[in-house]
């Protein structure tokens, strides 16, 4: 089985058939993403996706970033969330008003046993089901994902494990490096999109001891038979071949593929 990992549509987000864009409550500078290029709509990753997306869902305080920066921008009329759903502690009294007389519906979770990036890819999936479950499921994009706490970083991680099966793809993203999951015992062809990725990458066995992993189309290829774990070997700052525009993995447990991105 083959399966593919295209960033392509980062430089033309009207082609992915069903797109969601989930945003945390991060600073701006977080989920900041520029590319570096022509050819592409406009400078940032974040509004031209949030812009094209079929679904644009803020967790809690992350409805309180976008309106901020949205204002500072001057348009906040233009880039209101479909939801904001979590448990509704961080999301100010003005934000809500303010969406919510814009079509928002806001959605209170007051489960504390679920953090607010799960209650938003549940609401995701919910809507991705009762929509028409034999469309084309969500690519997800996630961002202001990484760069905090350790411990939300980790529960970013977690939600990918979490939600594998559930979606096309899911991506965290921050203003730094991107992370998505690979399955084992999968041929994994990965397209990065160089307007926006350096070639900066790494293989991260975060679930366990990786037996047995492979790669082509990296400067510093894992062979056959070779061993991944913490405690030993980690792919870590390694490199995409400069010959090379794919990486193709094989992995015998899970792997976390990360890059890094522009400034």
Not at 54 to 76: F, I, K, M, P, T
């Amino acid at each position: 089985m083959v399966m593919k990992h295209s960033n392509e549509f980062w430089s033309n987000p009207a082609a992915v058939p069903r797109l969601a864009v989930l945003l945390l409550n991060a600073s701006f500078d977080s989920w900041r993403v520029v590319k570096s290029g022509v050819g592409f709509e406009g400078p940032d990753l974040f509004w031209n996706m949030w812009s094209n997306a079929q679904l644009r869902v803020c967790a809690d305080g992350g409805a309180n970033r976008l309106y901020d920066r949205s204002v500072e921008l001057g348009v906040q009329d233009s880039v209101v969330p479909n939801y904001i759903k979590g448990d509704l502690d961080s999301l100010r009294t003005d934000v809500r008003e303010f969406f919510t007389a814009k079509g928002t519906t806001v959605l209170k979770d007051p489960d504390q046993y679920a953090n607010d990036l799960d209650k938003c890819l549940q609401l995701i999936h919910e809507m991705q089901e009762e929509q028409n479950s034999t469309d084309d499921k969500f690519s997800v994009m996630i961002f202001g994902a990484m760069g905090g706490r350790f411990d939300q970083e980790m529960q970013s991680i977690n939600a990918l494990f979490r939600w594998k099966d559930k979606f096309q793809q899911m991506v965290l993203l921050s203003d730094e490096t991107t992370a998505r999951l690979l399955i084992p015992d999968v041929r994994h062809v990965i397209t990065p999109n160089f307007h926006f990725e350096t070639r900066t990458c790494g293989l991260i066995p975060v679930a366990g001891t990786c037996k047995d992993v492979t790669t082509s189309g990296l400067k510093w290829n894992l062979s056959p038979g070779m061993e991944t774990g913490f405690g030993g070997l980690i792919s870590s700052s390694n490199h995409v071949d400069d010959a090379s525009e794919q990486v193709e993995v094989m992995t015998s447990h899970p792997l976390i593929w990360t890059t890094e991105l522009k400034k």
